[in-house]
């Protein structure tokens, strides 16, 4: 369960920036699409949040 929870870490710490070495040996295609996921993933949430989806509409009396 250590091993795992250390692997999980590495990983993070690489997907935020934090370390620039891949944790686990993975070709150069995947690491390249699993990095555009992530941007996409963390653009979406910024997207999403920001307020350009919002239904709300303001109306000034």
Do not use: H
């Amino acid at each position: 369960m250590k091993r795992i929870l250390s692997t999980i870490g590495e990983w993070l710490d690489y997907l935020g920036g934090i370390s620039n070495s891949v944790p686990a040996p993975v070709g150069r295609f995947a690491e390249t699409v699993g990095l555009a996921l992530w941007w996409a993933v963390l653009a979406g949430t910024i997207a999403l949040f920001c307020g350009q989806t919002s239904k709300f509409i303001y109306i000034d009396f």
